[in-house]
């Protein structure tokens, strides 16, 4: 790092940490409904 560079990898992994941390905990709340409706659709009538 330069003397008035900017740290690029902590920056990366703050954005890449911001983008996965809400689709987690949404796919956290809607587990059960995910697991519902892949179930239903894979049961063939």
Do not use: E, L
């Not at 330069?2 to 956290?28: F, K, L, N």
């Not at 709340?29 to 697991?35: G, L, M, N, Y």
Request: aromatic share 6%; with cysteine.
């Amino acid at each position: 790092m330069q003397r008035y560079g900017t740290d690029r990898g902590a920056i990366h992994a703050g954005m890449v940490t911001m983008s996965v941390v809400p689709a987690m905990i949404v796919c956290g709340i809607f587990q059960r409904q995910f697991i519902t409706g892949t179930t239903a659709g894979a049961v063939k009538a």
